[in-house]
């Protein structure tokens, strides 16, 4: 995949379900403050810090099937608004 600001090439996404880099974490909100924790100094936006640790406990089985996702519990766990967080959701839900 190209990069068009650059003319150079992405990487494409690591997948946290088989790449090695992303250690098991538990399941349910203790996994997710885990995941955010690792994942908030390679952002600069919330909106991508939410979006990418939410892909990646949903991949990873941090939520079990069919877990309600509250927008306001997951606004409080990142430390963000909820406008991020439905953005965020919005993104993911589009994938």
Same mark, same amino acid.
């Given at each position: 995949?190209?990069?068009?600001?650059?003319?150079?090439?992405?990487? $494409?996404?690591?997948? $946290?379900?088989?790449?090695?880099?992303?250690?098991?974490?538990?399941e349910g909100e203790a996994g997710l403050h885990k995941l955010i924790a690792?994942?908030?100094? !390679? =952002?600069?936006? &919330?909106? &991508?810090?939410?979006?990418?640790?939410? !892909?990646?406990?949903?991949?990873?089985?941090? =939520?079990?099937?069919?877990?309600?996702l509250r927008q306001d519990t997951l606004a409080e766990a990142f430390d963000?608004? !909820?406008?991020?967080?439905?953005?965020?959701? !919005?993104?993911?839900? &589009?994938?």
């Amino acid at each position: 995949m190209s990069n068009p600001r650059t003319g150079g090439t992405l990487d $494409p996404a690591p997948d $946290p379900a088989t790449d090695p880099a992303f250690p098991p974490v538990p399941e349910g909100e203790a996994g997710l403050h885990k995941l955010i924790a690792r994942a908030r100094p !390679r =952002f600069r936006t &919330a909106t &991508a810090l939410v979006h990418d640790t939410m !892909r990646t406990a949903i991949l990873t089985g941090t =939520f079990a099937p069919g877990t309600a996702l509250r927008q306001d519990t997951l606004a409080e766990a990142f430390d963000v608004s !909820r406008m991020p967080i439905r953005e965020a959701l !919005r993104q993911l839900e &589009a994938e």
